[in-house]
DNA sequence: CATGAATGAGAATTCATTCAT
DNA sequence: CATGAATGAATTCTCATTCAT
């Protein structure tokens, strides 16, 4: 309608298609979250999710092949989600100490401990022992947050100790969110401050054995 | 058949009624086990539980009145199970650090390792958020750890002091728990003896702050 | 009811469980005979036959496991149903010529022209390059015929001679079946007597090449 | 845009629109050829024809409406294609005994064995009981044929016996043709000699009965 | 107590067709 | 002309539950 010259460039007025495609996935993805934090993975059904996505049924597989495309990438989403979250807390975080704080405060941050996100995760796990998809993201999941501890404390172990030490920290970052979010605990503030002492009682540990 | 007068006592020849249903209910639950564990929570028909106990679809309801009821069930057997072999070590533990220990043992034993048990545990705990019925068993299993803890830790600290580390002594082994059991790691000797030298750690600040 | 002693023996008052069960087989496939018939292979649904049969559409699966389960059965019963009929009029005929005749009145006897048989069997061969299920039927039951003829043909002809004429009239019989039904014929009366012609003038040769 | 007048003439130097619409026409229809073909009739989706034409699927219902047009369309094609086949061939015949060949050789030719056509011919077999569309393209076929054939015989015979000889040969190439195909033999060679013999003999019947 | 045939609601998936771009 | 995202009805298959035997 208007009549000044367009701009030249890669900017058109509207979402360009590919974008537009990118928006209905990450709807899709969005609607399946609230889906399983809401009624359960077991009543999570594509009309349940397509309903809340206000879209048709059938737009699932379109866009996804299928229903477990669909659980996939939502579980890829909320994994890639963790780790842009800790890469950023990271590249501010100066110290050692910091460091592993920042992982900290990542995985048992107040995103973690939303309903929403909490009994997603918890879903997914249920199901990682049997289907191999689930289980590949999983993996790639835990990794990281070994290997971000392991960078975290290189600097002041051994690569052996610096390995045990991560594994221990992870284990009970794991453990406290799961018994929050299994109680239904909302709070995670406590559950952070109680990790942090944790870290500082082993750091003490290390200046001693030195 | 035979007019005789039954000779009271101990043992008749027969199973009494009560104690037959018993071993039903008891073959149900263990096919219900093996089939979470072999095929999952969602792939868990009331068809292959029958398949498996080889009896026919009809007696789940008969014995359980339905699925969900089946379902309880077999999580309370897994709860009781737990229980009563904590218990039993606890009766052998003669010192406070051999209490915090059989705790563990029991939590992180070779029984709770087997993919047969721990992906069952996981896939009820998928569903706990969504299940009142679960979740009620679920709280009931998760305070009997930390009390357990909390009781053996009594003779040491003050309560408050006790119940703080014994939350987290239990999410330690929680999370070494979930961690090795997610990855699909089949053996608990390695996570017992983190957990071991993580309490040795504890037990040592706790002299050094007195 | 009756107070007299049953008779000892295989035959109990009401129908036996297994022969209930075939009964049950039976009307579905007669149910999968008429729907392909009346609407059509693409439009035979398994609602449709379950309508047909006045059973629910779980049934299908319980007893035949899928749909091409059902289909399969189908075709064989058409495939048996043709057999039994062929080897009770060759059984009666009499000389090489009645055998023959047995062969073509069977093949394209009354019953193949009912628009219910025929539309099923063309329906079906539509299918059959697609389905390794139904072409092994197929084959067998193309085998047959051709067996049927050099059988009856044998006291004849050398053994080459009667597979080739056995092949030309199997193939006029399948051709003029093919063509009637394909137009829509009805009667299968003057078919049957072209094909009697045709087989005659081929003994007629038979007798003069001597 | 260009304001020049077009020149008249043979051929501008792009196709002319009406001539592109039909090579895309074209190539839907072979599409869809090849993929009855491959995949079966149930199989043919019409995103599997558009994969196959390189084109989107909305292109099917701007050329042809529906799908059900465009197998239309695809049927007249294979139908057209042997009629221009058989005329080439009859026209270059010079006597009866040779234009029922060619009547032969076209329909038992070595394309009409091709998997491609074969395989298609049948599967819109089967549904023509239950297509007046279909019926339509495929009783127009059965009459040429036929009437290909009686053309043929007229110099040698009255019309009834005509008739009747045309009707018995075009079963016999239809009873070859089919059960060559239904067998899955791809060579014609064999089953086009057992025809010509066939007629052969039909012929020196004829020349003993004058 | 136990069986297993039968039901029927509900789930995933497919696919022809439409329509804004 | 052409695209392909979107729809939504139709279909198959599953499965907890019931009930006559």
């Known amino acids: 309608m208007s009549s000044l010259p367009r701009p030249t460039g890669p900017r058109p007025a509207r979402l360009r298609r590919v974008d537009a495609v990118d928006v209905r996935r990450r709807q899709l993805i969005e609607a399946t979250i609230e889906a399983i934090a809401d009624v359960g993975f077991n009543a999570t059904t594509i009309a ?7 879209v048709s049924t059938g737009l699932v597989s379109f866009h996804f092949g299928d229903k477990d495309g669909l659980l996939e990438a939502t579980l890829r989403h909320l994994a890639r989600d963790l780790a842009s979250t800790a890469a950023a807390q990271m590249r501010q975080a100066s110290s050692p100490r910091a460091r592993v704080q920042a992982v900290i405060d990542t995985n048992l941050g107040p995103n973690q401990f939303e309903r929403r996100i909490g009994t997603v995760w918890l879903a997914f796990w249920g199901q990682v022992p049997h289907s191999p998809r689930f289980a590949r993201v999983q993996q790639a999941y835990q990794r990281r947050i070994a290997s971000n501890l392991r960078h975290a404390l290189r600097p002041l172990l051994a690569p052996k100790a610096a390995h045990a030490l991560a ?4 284990a009970m970052i794991d453990g406290l969110w799961l018994r929050a979010t299994l109680a239904g605990d909302a709070d995670g503030h406590e559950v952070r401050s109680v990790a942090g002492t944790f870290v500082d009682n082993q750091f003490m540990l290390l200046g001693q054995s030195r």
Chains 1, 2, 3, 4 share one sequence.
């Open 48 to 54: 349940e999710i397509a309903r809340r996505a206000d």
């Open 167 to 170: 594994e221990t920290i992870a």
